[in-house]
Every structure is written in structure tokens, then in C-alpha cells.
């Protein structure tokens, strides 16, 4: 994905992003805070719903929380199914516990989660951007 980049009005651009940034959320390393990874997962979540959003020529609100971002979408006629929406989970890593002392550390089973989750996303945006 290192070279050419797409214009930022193309949705393929912004599901490369999410791709990139659920890519950085594989490399668990004991070196690596599982709390950065999922964060890493929030980000590729969020990316890829933001990729529906310039595939079907929406305007996306600037930020963080996937609910309100998969509401949005659901109030302009995109069916989101009920796995997907549980993907809402991971916006508590957009911030919380990105920083020290504002969150408890992430388990092993949180994280595993976290990327099934921007697994799914990842996926199921793919299907919008892609027809």
C-alpha cells in the first residue's frame, strides 16, 4: 500500500486507510500495548464506515463514536446489520484508553474481540465501496 494514493474523495482511499490501520492492529508484539492495537481497531472500524459514507456521496460528522456514525448512516436508507453495529463497542478506544490512568489495561479477550470487530467492519464496507 506504499504507493500511489488515491484522491481523499474516493471511498477506495479511505478503505486503504482502514485496511492500513486494521494491518497496524495485527502486530501484537510484547512490546506493544494491547490498548494501542485496539485503538488501531477503532481507527480501522471508523475509516471503513467513513468509506461507505463517500462511496454513497454522504457528508460524515468528524467523529469518533461508530454509533453515531452508523446511525447517520441507517438515517440515509444503508442497512447496517445488527453485527456491525455492535462494533460500536470500540469506540471507547478512540480515547479512553489511549492515554494512562483514563482506562483499565485491555485483556487478551478484549482485543481478540476489538478485531473481530474491525474485521467485520473492514469487511462489510468493502461491500459498499466495491459496487
Request: glycine share 4%; with cysteine; aromatic share 8%.
Amino acid at each position: 500500500m506504499t504507493g500511489n494514493r488515491l484522491p481523499p474523495d474516493d471511498p477506495l482511499e479511505w478503505l486503504n486507510r482502514a485496511k492500513s490501520s486494521l494491518s497496524l492492529a495485527r502486530r501484537k508484539s510484547h512490546e506493544i500495548y494491547l490498548e494501542d492495537l485496539c485503538f488501531q481497531a477503532q481507527q480501522a472500524a471508523e475509516k471503513a464506515i467513513k468509506a461507505v459514507y463517500v462511496a454513497q456521496d454522504l457528508v460524515f460528522p468528524y467523529v469518533h463514536d461508530l454509533s453515531q456514525l452508523l446511525s447517520v448512516l441507517e438515517k440515509n436508507g444503508i442497512p447496517v446489520p445488527a453485527a456491525i453495529r455492535t462494533a460500536s463497542k470500540l469506540t471507547i478506544f478512540a480515547a479512553l484508553t489511549r492515554y494512562p490512568g483514563l482506562g483499565t489495561p485491555v485483556s487478551e479477550e478484549e482485543y481478540d474481540e476489538a478485531m473481530q470487530l474491525a474485521e467485520a467492519v473492514v469487511s462489510w464496507a468493502e461491500t459498499y465501496v466495491r459496487t
